[in-house]
């Protein structure tokens, strides 16, 4: 009977420490949802941003950088300039799916202007200039510029108007940027009955730019871009020129706008560039919080500081195959057919890269069958990448030397050649700083 009652005394114990284990994996994974951002170890409202326009608001207080108003388009102009972004980036989207709804419309688009770091978003005669900018401590972060003449310009940080949408389902609850493909009213209104489709590097070409205006030409490949639709999904004008088009004129005033292209090059090396800063900005705040909740339970179990669960471990690696899948381009929609722009923004963007021994760079477009000659992202040398965590970082720099040498030959790599690893292999030995030794032992192995 006293055996009984100790292997009872026993099991109840057992069972205590398993009820314990449990209750707190619940209590973490209900507070550590990925949208709950403002509690630790992430505090998005009250952590001061570490960016670009961060370094432009020093700058302009200590008078090293001044912004110039003129009539015509406000500060833009002068924020470019300042911002080092290229105008060849313009492109146009007519859909009312952004802050100032009321300024856009198929004869008035918005403008968006970008260079690796920055987005910068401009209506006609409209009340601000939206900007979102990559962060290497928040991973996104948004300002505004009021479009009137001010002896100080200032940039106020946004948070809570822009997050409304910026950090909803479509980022995982995580600040970040959204492309959409709508089906727009003659008055840019998104007819939602015929959906509408968030765009990346893997959207088909004929599901791109329902919404926008495009530039360029592309063969026989079709998109939705350059019109507005009935109810039933016809167009609103099908006598209007749709497709490889090169002067929008036919469409709105052109010379109301600092350019008067939307080049479908930029168009597209916009997708794949807003998704990767995404991608940055998950992997930076959700391994902040892994690691932040690994401590709570190592607290609440006594191990050592900095020991890691396996489920801990699953989750940082998922994050950095999550990385490397978008990096070397995976499951990216084919060309069919070749296609160009119109603005020079390709050769503009490919001159900014860095070069190996050979002259090559991550920079260089194919335009043929793919968007890059060499698939791998130029965002590998950006400051929100350099700013990962350590332990994501080694891992994904672990997970891409594997694919770079063929020991990952995964479905998700088949796309790449033997020839594609090589050359993305060589231009980051040459270009790309503060690679882990194990790049270079391998060179030496091999």
């Known amino acids: 009977l006293n055996c009984i009652k100790l292997l009872l005394l026993k099991w109840i114990n057992i069972m205590n420490k ?47 950088a001044r912004l110039v108003y003129r009539e015509e388009d406000g500060y833009l102009r002068s924020l470019l300039k300042e911002l080092d972004i290229p105008l060849s980036s313009q492109v146009l ?9 009321g300024k856009i419309s198929p004869k008035t688009p918005r403008a968006i202007y970008f260079n690796d770091d920055v987005y910068l978003g401009y209506c006609l005669r409209g009340h601000v200039i939206e900007i979102s900018v990559a962060d290497t401590r928040l991973g996104t972060v948004f300002y505004t510029l009021e479009q009137e003449h001010q002896q100080k310009p200032e940039l106020p940080r946004q ?53 926008w205006y495009v530039t360029g030409t592309h063969g026989p490949q079709k998109h939705l871009g350059n019109q507005s639709y009935t109810k039933t999904g016809d167009s609103t004008d099908p006598s209007l020129a749709t497709q490889n088009v090169t ?15 939307s080049d479908l090059v930029a168009l597209m090396v916009l997708e794949h560039q807003a998704m990767m800063h995404n991608r940055f900005t998950r992997a930076l705040l959700e391994t902040k919080q892994a690691l932040y909740y690994q401590e709570e339970l190592n607290k609440a179990f006594n191990e050592k500081p900095g020991t890691l669960f396996d489920s801990t471990q699953r989750r940082l690696e998922g994050l950095a195959e999550n990385l490397v899948k978008y990096m070397l381009m995976s499951q990216e929609a084919r060309l069919s057919h070749p296609i160009s722009g119109t603005s020079g923004f390709s050769g503009e963007f490919a001159q900014r890269g860095p070069q190996d021994k050979k002259g090559r760079s991550l920079r260089d477009f194919d335009l043929k069958t793919r968007l890059f000659k060499y698939p791998c992202s130029y965002l590998i040398y950006s400051k929100s990448f350099d700013a990962l965590p350590p332990i994501v970082l080694e891992k994904t720099y672990a997970k891409l030397l594997q694919v770079l040498n063929g020991k990952d030959s995964s479905k998700a790599y088949e796309h790449l050649t033997a020839a594609d690893k090589t050359a993305i292999k060589e231009i980051l030995l040459d270009t790309k700083p503060n690679l882990p030794a194990s790049w270079k032992t391998d060179v030496v192995q091999r």
């Open 159 to 211: 948070t809570e108007n822009c997050m409304i949408c910026h950090a909803s389902s479509y980022n995982h609850g995580f600040p970040g940027h959204l492309v959409r493909s709508v089906f727009p009213d003659r008055h840019g209104e998104p007819l939602l009955a015929l959906g509408s489709y968030r765009t990346d590097q893997t959207s088909r070409f004929e599901d791109r730019w329902g919404g």
């Open 18 to 64: 398993y009820i314990s284990i449990v209750t707190c994996f619940i209590w973490i994974c209900c507070y550590a949802r990925a949208d709950d951002i403002e509690k630790a170890p992430v505090e998005y409202s009250k952590t001061q941003p570490a960016n670009t326009i961060v370094d432009l608001k020093k700058r302009l207080a200590q008078g090293h």
């Open 247 to 261: 002067d929008l004129s036919q469409h709105f005033t052109v010379g109301l706008y600092p350019s008067p292209h």
């Open 93 to 101: 989207v007519f859909s009312k799916t952004s802050l100032q709804r």
